[in-house]
């Protein structure tokens, strides 16, 4: 399919007996923000250096743009920028002569790029300052402006935000969200820090042992993860008509079994239960329900704390 950037068909890797990658099977669509999530050793950067060349597979397929032969995946990867590893910069020199000497070695044609890279960072008014006195911030700024000379569709980033104070993580959300919505870049993005993912993905992958064992959808991700109050009662039909009329709401659901998950009134139960038992309702439970995000990565992967 066109809109398909990035897919992997069984795709796995093996160092000496450790299978560190088995049967991974990912899609990135154009235009989404992928939030790759899972334990440290679960294998992501694995996987990030294999999509960009920094490291081989032992097995299975590999498509990127819509190429699957090994000569022309090259060829395609020049649209793809990415940063794996910490960037490596001049400290006495500009962000500006950085950029300058990377596009040098990458043979990238003309200075314009570098300005406008610099723009998109939100790094062009630095002027003479060296990259020595630039925050952890700034400096993950210019990896990025490196990562995105020559216009690259897809970006890849491996712990973005990592060591970041808040503010400046922050600036590289925004900065992020910026160069997706505005610039059109699809970003394949990996990270600890599961809140901030929470605002920037637009889907999910979580990879656990090696293994993808759950892609979804940042509006199926906020489905499981709603808070709400599982209500159940003897008669569902007319506990929905005291919902409407006399709790005056209609943000809820009713689930099989005469249960109904009510998504008002979270801190206001007894309001609810008293309306409900008033117009004759029997309830036989009426508990707070629903996952924080950590809670949910947790539960996928069968618990740990480092997801």
């Not at 939030?35 to 060349?53: D, E, S, V």
């Not at 990377?102 to 990259?131: F, N, S, W």
């Not at 959300?173 to 990996?190: A, C, D, P, Q």
Request: charged letters at 25%; aromatic letters at 6%; glycine letters at 10%.
């Amino acid at each position: 399919m066109k809109d398909v950037i990035l897919q992997t068909c069984g795709l796995g890797k093996t160092y000496s007996r450790f299978n560190a990658l088995e049967d991974i099977n990912m899609t990135i669509r154009k235009g989404q923000i992928y939030g790759f999530i899972g334990q440290n050793g679960a294998g992501k950067t694995t996987l990030l250096r294999i999509i960009t060349g920094l490291a081989s597979k032992s097995r299975g397929s590999l498509e990127i743009f819509g190429e699957r032969e090994e000569r022309k995946i090259e060829l395609a990867r020049r649209r793809i920028g990415c940063i794996i590893d910490t960037p490596v910069f001049y400290p006495d020199k500009t962000a500006w002569a950085n950029l300058e000497i990377d596009r040098i070695q990458k043979g990238i044609p003309g200075r314009e790029c570098i300005e406008k890279v610099l723009a998109m960072a939100g790094l062009r008014d630095t002027g003479k300052k060296k990259v020595r006195n630039f925050s952890l911030g700034m400096k993950q700024r210019l990896g990025i402006a490196m990562a995105l000379l020559g216009d690259p569709e897809l970006l890849i980033l491996d712990e973005p935000i990592n060591g970041l104070d808040p503010m400046g993580i922050v600036e590289i959300r925004e900065m992020l969200r910026k160069l997706n919505v505005e610039y059109g870049v699809t970003i394949l993005i990996s990270s600890h820090i599961l809140s901030e993912l929470y605002q920037l993905a637009t889907c999910y992958g979580i990879i656990h042992g090696g293994r993808l064992i759950q892609q979804i959808t940042a509006a199926e991700l906020s489905s499981h993860c709603k808070k709400f109050l599982y209500i159940k009662v003897d008669d569902a039909a007319k506990a929905t008509v005291v919902i409407d009329k006399i709790l005056n709401t209609t943000n809820y659901k009713v689930m099989p079994d005469n249960v109904i998950r009510l998504y008002d009134y979270l801190e206001r139960s007894g309001k609810v239960s008293t309306a409900l038992a008033l117009e004759g309702v029997a309830v036989e439970q009426i508990v707070p329900m629903g996952d924080d995000l950590e809670t949910y990565f947790s539960k996928v992967v069968g618990g740990g704390t480092n997801a």
